[in-house]
């Protein structure tokens, strides 16, 4: 289905609303309030928004640990996302988790993982139960270039063909693992959808940049799964601005102008979609700058309400803590 201009409009704000809270992460974590480790996904915003785009409230996702983008696109509250940041018991994990561990089940966002490959399995099953309740949902599995090359990925998207789950695979490839490029890890000049034909799916490669095109490419692969007709492999080609993670001091190793050629206006997903919303004459610079200071505004009251959040007490360390 063609995407119209309100439609449009909406992603964009979804989109900005992930740059400006990544943006403002990175800097609350070096000015000290936010502990632990933050991955910003910034660059890569179009794949997040047109995937969950296709999808509908009770379909289910899961992320990694670059899985901000994923938690807003699902429509997690972004008071409770920057209370579990900022470590406060009126966070998503009572503060406990971190940025790298935020889920909203009501949402149908399942979790983001610090283990890499390891929120694949979880949503496979998620797709097998799906299917087992025959009410049409369907799951989608976010993952790295990195997880590609784990052991789960082929396990599952293996297992996933035999039984025809409803889930997607979306590979989020930025082109590094860390500081590994793909094209030095992964066969094929460092293409992931090949794997697709092993396991007699269907596999498509698409410029993870262009919000038309994931979005394209997510709405079949969403019918298909509805159909009963199993998964498919998406390979989103992206990449992030930013370093592996924000630590102070941990090295970039990627040329400087490949990072600049990334963050030009004809590669920056969300340039790309104002420039497309301008030309079709349904944005024009002053509704960009209202949305924009929406957006601003929006996050403001997400830190003051994290600022307000008390830290967990000791004695709540063990709560939430189950036995196998």
């Given amino acids: 289905m063609p995407l119209g201009p309100n439609t449009l409009r909406e992603m964009l704000h979804t989109m900005q609303t992930i740059r400006r809270f990544e943006e403002r992460a990175s800097a609350d974590y ?30 289910q996702i899961i992320s990694t640990h670059r899985g901000h983008g994923h938690c807003i696109a699902k429509g997690a509250d972004l008071d409770r996302m920057m209370a579990e940041l900022y470590g406060r018991r009126d966070g998503y994990c009572k503060g406990k988790g971190g940025s790298m561990h935020i889920a909203d089940f009501e949402k149908g966002m399942l979790g983001a993982n610090g283990i890499v490959a390891g929120g694949i399995s979880i949503v496979t099953g998620a797709a097998l139960a ?14 790295g270039d990195g997880a590609s090359a784990a052991g789960p990925i082929h396990e599952c998207m293996n297992i996933a063909a035999a039984w025809k789950l409803p889930i997607i695979y979306v590979c989020e490839n930025n082109q590094y693992a860390a500081q590994t490029p793909a094209s030095t890890t992964i066969a094929r000049q460092g ?26 490419a997510a709405e079949e692969a969403v019918a298909r799964a509805r159909a009963g ?48 919303l301008k030309r079709d004459g349904h944005l024009t610079d002053a509704e960009f700058e209202a949305m ?14 994290a600022e307000k959040s008390p830290f967990p007490a000791p004695d709540d360390a063990l709560d939430d803590v189950f036995a196998a």
């Fill in 292 to 305: 924009d200071r929406q957006v601003l505004d929006a996050i403001e009251r997400s830190c003051a309400f």
């Fill in 30 to 59: 070096h000015a000290g309030k936010i502990y632990g480790v933050v991955h910003c996904y910034i660059g890569e915003e179009a794949i997040a928004v047109g995937v969950c785009g296709a999808l509908r409230d009770g379909d």
């Fill in 229 to 276: 007709e199993g998964p498919t492999l998406i390979e989103a080609r992206t990449y992030r601005w930013r370093a592996h993670t924000e630590r102070a001091g941990q090295p970039d190793y990627r040329p400087k102008d490949e990072i600049e050629g990334w963050k030009s206006p004809d590669r920056d997903p969300i340039a790309r979609l104002v420039a497309h």
């Fill in 191 to 216: 293409e992931i959808v090949h794997r697709a034909a092993g396991y007699g799916i269907p596999g498509v490669a698409i410029d993870g940049n262009d919000i038309f095109a994931v979005h394209a």
């Fill in 130 to 143: 799906a299917k087992l309740d025959g009410k049409g949902g369907v799951a989608v599995s976010f993952f």
